[in-house]
């Protein structure tokens, strides 16, 4: 039997904080949300809750987690009192499902006759079994959520049959169907600019944590130009998410939310959170030099990483002329053989090592992430990582455990060879907690190096260039004084337990 309902209001919610036990809290705009109610506004009521919008701080019963956020009370208000017809819920991370598993028994509890929706990377590689277990819930959007969340909503309301819907998983007497996810949208300028308006901006201005942590200033925003990544990574499951596809906005496009968030909201800087943002090299040189022809007065930086293979010298110009302040870089690792045959990621680092000495030479700062741990991979090539990093002297580092993400060929081989702990949990899945075992290291020795090294690292940096460290990370600590000393005193507790 198929559900009869008018749809009048949508409300949408980004699940409470959570995070590693005194590590910093976000308080970054809901990008996946603003778009999704930027395209349903056009036919129903929607409000958009982030549930994040609230600094405040609650330990997990085992001490392990910290929440922050609306409680679920203060939530069940402000659900009671917009009265919504059906609730969306993202969880963009598997550590957050149990979070949201909780939220849809509270929406339930309140009123069962809501539909109540999910979404995200989680319930996206996980739809069959949640959508059998997890009777709350209703429906399962998969991946790319915006034309099949709007159509359904449309089906629902108009008493179509939705059953035939593309990447949607759902129950009709008792039986769960998962539709696979293989339309996507061809062209993204058809999708409006996210619903900014929506969301609690003066809370993002006021707390100012976005993704980067780092900032110029207060009035940021996420941009994303396009989707996808075409290479393959093993640890990483957004080529999955996103159909192994690279589909980019037209420049335009791009540069006319810059100038909206300029003129409507006073943003005076960008975060670029693209995946891949540099890879069609001439588009992102027709953006570089579209803010300077628009006269845009904004500063920008790469939080998500940049493929450091796509950069140029020619290109670095534009980026600095057109307000960049800071390249964050993707290596992964410093360790050639891991590159090529554990990874899997195009990096040559030589180039690499060449081309951060061009980024620093133009007085930009310049960041990268490394990851380390993976199955194959040895502690002297874990060690070569960190000399590596310590030879280019950045400006700041990420050291991550590999982590086994659904979706990702690293927890497909993970799970085949039996290194996955005991206690494994989709749960506990976070890029500052180990989840495995290999035949070269125990999961608490890896936790230990990365531990150790992301610490010494920044003490290093702070010794070495003061004035560069403070360049980065001044508004940072003035803004959050007491959270930046907590993060720090959480790794040491950390250190000091193992």
Known sequence: MLINKKIKKVMLIFPPGKVVKGHFHHADMPLGLAYLASVIRRDFEVKILDGRAKFNTRLSENKKWEYFGFTEEEIAWQIKEYGPDVIGITCLFSYLYEDVKSLCALVKKIDPAILLVIGGVHPTYLAEDIISKNRDVDFIVLAEGEDTFRRLLLDIDSKRDYRYLDGLAFRVNGKSCVNPKRKFIDDLDKIPLPAYDLLPLKFYEKNAVPFSITFKSKKNAPVMTSRGCPFECVFCATRNYWANRYRTRSVGNVLDEIEYLVNNFGIKEIQFIDDNLTYNQERAEQIFKGIIERKLDIRWNTPNGLAVWTLKEEMLELMKESGCYEITVAFESGAQEVLNKIIKKPVNLERGAEMVEKIKRLGLLVSAYFIVGFPAETKKQILQT?????????????????????????????????????????????????????????????????????????TRIFLRHPIRFLKKYLRMFLAHPVMSLRTTMSDVERLLLK
């Open 386 to 458: 960190f000399e590596f990093a310590d030879k280019l002297d950045l400006d700041g580092a990420g050291f991550f455990m590999a982590t086994p993400t659904p979706g990702s060929d690293l927890y497909r081989i993970c799970k085949e060879n039996g290194y996955l702990k005991k206690d494994f949990s989709f749960e506990n899945i976070e890029y500052n907690l180990p989840n495995y075992n290999t035949e070269n290291f125990q999961s608490h020795q890896l936790e230990q190096l990365v531990l150790k090294k992301f610490n010494s690292y920044l």
